[in-house]
């Protein structure tokens, strides 16, 4: 059964930490994508990728960081410089740019 | 990057009833997707017009795309309780390329059965 799997569903973290949310799809799609959705707003670029090995800031890229080694995976780190990291997170993958997006369920991230 | 908007933010139903969610560009748009996130949920492709005028019908779901490539439609005729959800519409973003999509606020839909 193909699809994009995030893992955790809820992550909780103290102010200060690194953490990292993962992403991973066997869809053998080229482009993946993580978004940020905040409560009464659209989804927001964080990051994506059109490629292995390549990917490209989105519209609010600062305090996070990506890799994407290998094509399945792109995995998303906030860091201690992101200023709001409370948020629940996408992860998207789609055939090329004007595909549709597949997401993932989200993980859900609060940090105190 | 342009900005899309979508009108209006919430939209309370009776059960039965048709409504209208509208979703407009400040640019002309290569193509336009629409997709729907129940409540908890992640959002789920519905469509996708790429097409001048562009209409296409999903059982009681029934998407525009306008003539100048601006705004777009969702029509729900007689509502049911399965179309509890946000709709979201996106865009490409003007200037960039197809990857980075712009996506409006979305329309929360609740029904009152």
């Known amino acids: 059964d193909g699809g994009i799997t995030q893992s955790p569903k809820y992550l909780f973290r103290k102010e200060g930490q690194n953490v990292t949310l993962s992403c991973e799809q066997n869809l053998n799609h080229d482009a993946m994508y993580w978004y940020r959705q905040d409560p009464g707003q659209g989804l927001r670029l964080i990051y994506y990728s059109q490629i292995v090995n390549d990917f490209q800031k989105g519209d609010i890229a600062e305090g996070y960081s990506v890799s994407r080694e290998k094509k399945e995976s792109f995995p998303l780190t906030v860091t201690s410089a992101q200023k709001n990291p409370t948020a629940f997170y996408l992860c998207?993958?789609?055939?090329?740019?004007?595909?549709?997006?597949?997401f993932g369920n989200g993980t859900r991230l609060t940090v105190t | 990057g342009q900005q899309v908007m979508q009108i209006p933010q919430y939209q309370h139903v009776q059960e039965g009833e048709d409504f209208t969610t509208y979703c407009n560009s400040s640019?002309?748009?290569?193509?336009i997707q629409w997709y729907k996130q129940r409540p908890g949920g992640h959002p789920v492709f519905l469509i996708q017009?790429?097409?001048?005028?562009e209409v296409k019908k999903q059982k009681r779901l029934t998407f525009q795309f306008g003539e100048a490539k601006k705004n777009s439609s969702l029509h729900i005729t007689a509502t049911q309780t399965t179309d509890v959800g946000t709709y979201f519409c996106a865009g490409p973003q003007t200037g960039s390329n197809d990857y980075k999509l712009s996506f409006g606020a979305g329309t929360t839909v609740t029904v009152r059965a």
């Open positions: 998207a993958s789609s055939k090329t740019g004007r595909s549709p997006l597949h």
């Open positions: 640019t002309t748009l290569s193509n």
């Open positions: 017009l790429v097409k001048s005028g």
